[in-house]
């Protein structure tokens, strides 16, 4: 940590090192080092909690996981987070295998691992010790100076101008593009080439609490031979909702095609394309989720993104280093190694 970063200040905060843009994974992964590491980190959030994609919502007595179902630990690196997270009772193993349109799985010696109390569980576990403010929407990034040292101003909608040295953005690229493009930034024409490239692949989410038993067999997640459905999940059998709760998700390209659709007509092509489903959705409790950057088209070659020509800024996510919960979890860890000069 450089020593010129403990002259900046956030408004209204306690001086901050880092501001890290983005409470998903690979934001909470990178925070939680660099507040391990002894820097002072300010984590901003446009949701009112936080988790990202790792999102778990509350439907009644229900309890779905609405983004990312599971997650698998391959390598040295997750291995030991997903140890870390065990030990500290916020993750337990779920199933094992592929999952096979058949209904069956293909073993590959990788457990698939859920939050405790669902998904959400690991980030507000890695988030606990560091501050954090969610519902602010980061709406421009500056470059400023101060004292004759440049650094970042981060606007949010309800009039926070936080100030730090270095920022971790973790939202996905189209996003942080666009903030940057808000506050004058003017990237490296290296930067801009490969940047503004990324694309990612839409998802519609129908969370439906049922009347009854849904029928699927354990462990309550099925994944079907084609669209329009990608996954669909029972939360009572996964364990971490009280009463059969259903989480649907549409492929990509049913996605994009009904993107644009009334929620009622994506739910009823949803539901509609159910297998084996024995009990109906309560009419009160089904919603429909738009996860606009659900997952990368295609991956960056390169595990986070050092901006060129500016104050130290270190993009990361799952379209860094792969387009899943691991991959977001590493490349938030080596984004704060790059910021500690590991």
Sequence with gaps: MTPEA????????????????????????????LHDAGARVL?????????????????GEATLDHGAQFFTA????????????????V?????????????????????????????TSVAKHLLDPVAVRTSARVTALRVIEANGIQAWSVETEDGLAARARQVVLTPPVPQTLA????????????????????????????????????????????RPAGEPIEVVTDNQLKGISRVPALTVHAGPHASAELWDAPDDVVVSTLLGALPRLIAEPRPEAVQVQR?????????????????????????????FDGPLVGGAARSGWVAAGVLLGD
């Design 91 to 119: 993750v337990v193993p779920w199933f094992e295998g592929r999952l096979l349109p058949t209904g069956g799985r293909a073993a590959d010696g990788h457990p698939r691992w859920r939050g405790r109390d669902g998904m």
């Design 6 to 33: 403990s002259s900046a200040h956030a408004a209204g905060e306690a001086p901050a090192d880092v501001i890290v843009v983005g409470a998903g994974i690979a934001g909470a992964v990178a925070a939680r080092r």
């Design 179 to 222: 903030v940057l493009q808000a506050g004058g930034v003017v990237l490296h024409a290296a930067d801009a080439d490969v940047l503004g490239e990324a694309a990612y692949h839409p998802c519609l989410a129908l969370l439906a609490v049922l009347d009854g038993p849904s029928g699927l067999p354990a462990p309550g997640i099925l």
């Design 74 to 89: 391959p390598g040295e690196l997750l291995t030991a987070m997903v140890d870390d997270w065990q030990r500290a009772g």
């Design 43 to 59: 984590v901003l959030d446009k949701a009112r909690g936080v988790g990202g994609r790792m999102a778990t919502r509350r439907l």
């Design 291 to 319: 996860w606009r950057y659900a997952r990368p088209v295609a991956v960056v070659p390169e595990p986070f993104r050092v901006l060129r020509d500016l104050p130290p800024a270190v993009l990361a996510g799952d379209i």
